[in-house]
């Protein structure tokens, strides 16, 4: 069994920056894609960043240039780097990995709020 165990988020002002991390409970096994996905009250859960583990990122459009994500292969963790956050940033943030085999691993999820 795989843990992915978040940590960061918080309650931050517009403009503001917060970094959330993930690690995986053991390494040892092929992940292929780690990423953070959130979903607000009321929405659908939306991919934000994702990153494969040669080193691919894929971002929301809205995040782009505001967000970054990074990955340690060896450690199996991987960093969501948020700036200049706005009120529509608000929501829960969940850590998921994937294997080569397709398998989903996904974290408890951590509230990110952004005060106006």
């Known amino acids: 069994q795989v843990q992915l165990v978040e940590s960061g988020g918080g309650l931050v002002q517009a403009g503001g920056s917060l970094r959330l991390s993930c690690a995986a409970s053991?390494?040892?096994?092929?992940?292929?894609?780690m990423a953070w996905y959130r979903q607000a009250p009321g929405k659908q859960r939306e991919l934000v960043a994702s990153i494969r583990s040669g080193g691919t990122t894929n971002y929301l459009n809205s995040v782009k240039g505001r967000f970054t994500i990074a990955r340690d292969n060896a450690k199996n963790v991987v960093d969501l780097r948020m700036n200049s956050l706005q009120p529509e940033d608000t929501a829960v943030y969940f850590c998921?990995?994937?294997?080569?085999?397709?398998?989903?691993?996904w974290g408890q999820g951590t509230q990110v709020t952004v005060s106006s």
């Open positions: 053991r390494t040892g096994f092929n992940i292929y894609t």
């Open positions: 998921n990995a994937q294997t080569l085999t397709g398998i989903d691993y």
